[in-house]
Nanobody
């Protein structure tokens, strides 16, 4: 089993910054990709940013230029630096990972429990 634990959420004023962290632990052979998604009240969950094992990253258009995803492979931890936060960024942010466990050939997808981010106007 694999566990993803997020931290770093909170309340900031619009224009402020937050840094989210997500640490993976458990039965891990290799992590293929890690990323962040968010879900605002009454809306569907949307992918915000993802980084693959080779370090490449992709972002939702709504956060390009403001958010930066990074990964520490030695710690199996992914970060999301969020700058110039807007009220519309307010949501629960979830960590996601595709994990190869020992003796498996197909990665399994895991989600964290979520952390609240609120940007007040």
């Amino acid at each position: 089993q694999v566990r993803l634990v997020e931290s770093g959420g909170g309340l900031v004023q619009a224009g402020g910054s937050l840094r989210l962290s997500c640490a993976a632990s458990g039965s891990i052979f290799r992590i293929n990709a890690m990323g962040w998604a968010r879900q605002a009240p009454g809306k569907q969950r949307e992918l915000v940013a993802v980084t693959t094992g080779d370090g490449s990253a992709n972002y939702a258009d709504s956060v390009k230029g403001r958010f930066t995803i990074s990964k520490d492979n030695a710690k199996d931890t992914v970060y999301l630096q969020m700058n110039s936060l807007k009220p519309e960024d307010t949501a629960v942010y979830y960590c996601n990972a595709d994990v190869f466990q020992p003796s498996t050939s197909v990665p399994r997808n895991y989600w964290g429990q979520g952390t609240q981010v609120t940007a007040s106007s």
